[in-house]
C-alpha cells in the first residue's frame, strides 16, 4: 500500500492513531488534496463539492475552526490584550484563540488568557457563540471573572490593561466581535443562567473574526 493510501486508510480507521500520528495524517492529506489524486466532485450522499481522492475514495473535508475566549473582569474593569501578531497587530482584543485538539472550550479559554495575559480565570458560563461566516470560524465566548489582577502580557501580547467601560479603546478594537462580546457582557450584568448571545441582527462588517 502507498504511503498516501496508508494515511488515507488510517484516517478513516482511526481508531489505532495516537492524537499526534491523527493530526500528522490531516496535515498530510491537505498537503496532497491539490495534487491529481484528489478531484472536487459531491460525494454520494452529500450536497455539496468536497475533495474526493480517486484511488481510496477519501474525502477531505474541510471544516470551521473554532475559537475560544472570555470577556474577564477584576471589579469592575474588563480584560484587553494588545496584539503583538497579525492580523491587526497593536490593536486590542479579548484573550482567545484555537481550540486545540481534545480540549474543552472552557479549558481552551483558560489556557489562552493564562498564555496571552498570565490570567487565571473563574469561568462563570458562556456568554456568546458568534459564527463568522466568511472566514468560516465559530467563536465560543465565556463570561468569566479573574481570580487575581496580577497579569503579564505573553509572546502573543505588546501590552495588556483593565479597562473600565469608560476608559475601552473603542476605536482601535481588533475585530468587530470583540465589541460585540464586550456589549454582550454588559447587556447580561447581575444576570444568570441566561442563554448565550448570537450575531447581532445587524453586525459590522470587517474583514476580520476575532
Not at 492529506?29 to 495534487?35: D, P, R, T
Not at 479597562?163 to 473603542?170: G, K, L
Request: glycine share 8%; aromatic share 10%.
Amino acid at each position: 500500500m502507498s504511503s498516501d493510501l496508508v494515511v488515507h486508510w488510517a484516517l478513516r480507521h482511526s481508531v489505532w492513531m495516537t492524537a499526534a500520528e491523527e493530526q500528522t495524517g490531516k496535515t498530510a492529506a491537505a498537503e496532497a488534496s491539490g495534487s491529481e489524486r484528489f478531484e472536487s466532485r459531491i460525494p454520494e450522499g452529500d450536497d455539496r463539492p468536497r475533495l474526493v481522492c480517486r484511488d481510496c475514495g477519501f474525502i477531505n473535508y474541510e471544516n470551521p475552526k473554532v475559537v475560544v475566549g472570555s470577556v474577564a473582569t477584576w471589579e469592575d474593569r474588563i480584560l484587553l490584550c494588545r496584539r503583538a501578531i497579525e492580523p491587526r497587530r497593536g490593536y486590542w482584543t479579548l484573550p482567545a484563540g484555537y481550540l486545540e485538539q481534545k480540549e474543552t472550550a472552557a479549558a481552551g479559554a483558560e489556557r489562552e488568557a493564562w498564555e496571552e495575559a498570565g490570567a487565571k480565570l473563574i469561568i462563570d458560563q458562556l456568554l456568546a457563540v458568534y459564527s463568522i461566516l466568511h472566514i468560516s470560524q465559530i467563536q465560543l465566548i465565556f463570561r468569566a471573572e479573574l481570580a487575581s489582577p496580577d497579569l503579564a502580557a505573553g509572546a502573543e501580547t505588546l501590552e495588556l490593561d483593565l479597562f473600565t467601560w469608560q476608559s475601552i479603546p473603542w476605536d482601535d478594537l481588533a475585530f468587530p466581535s470583540v465589541r460585540w462580546a464586550l456589549h454582550d457582557h454588559r447587556a447580561v450584568r447581575g444576570q444568570s443562567g441566561f442563554a448565550p448571545r448570537g450575531n447581532p441582527s445587524e453586525p459590522e462588517e470587517g474583514p476580520f473574526g476575532l
